[in-house]
């Protein structure tokens, strides 16, 4: 059973920095590749960044620059380090994998206050 479990979510002001972490069981982890999705009030879920077992990452446009993904296999691990948060950053951040099927974290919050 996979399962994909977020943390490091909260509240920050605009141009500070937060790091989310995203816990993995049930799965081959060093060969998957992870993404970051996130979904703000009233919009549809977008993909945020993504690396690839091989440590290949890709970004959407509106966070390339600030946004940086990384993984830990030992820990089974990806992270998210975010800087300069803008307010357009506030949103539920959630982890996925496709093996198969779709697989989602919970999420976890992200408030940028400007």
């Known amino acids: 059973q996979v399962q994909l479990v977020e943390s490091g979510g909260g509240l920050v002001q605009a141009g500070g920095s937060l790091t989310l972490s995203c816990a993995a069981s049930?799965?081959?982890?060093?060969?998957?590749?992870m993404g970051w999705y996130r979904q703000a009030p009233g919009e549809q879920r977008e993909w945020v960044a993504r690396?690839?077992?091989?440590?290949?990452?890709m970004y959407a446009d509106s966070v390339k620059g600030r946004f940086t993904i990384s993984r830990d296999n030992a820990k089974k691990t990806v992270y998210l380090q975010m800087n300069s948060l803008k307010p357009e950053d506030t949103a539920v951040y959630y982890c996925?994998?496709?093996?198969?099927?779709?697989?989602w974290g919970q999420g976890t919050q992200v408030t940028v206050s400007s």
């Open positions: 996925n994998v496709h093996i198969g099927r779709e697989y």
């Open positions: 049930g799965m081959m982890f060093s060969i998957t590749a």
């Open positions: 690396i690839t077992s091989g440590r290949s990452t």
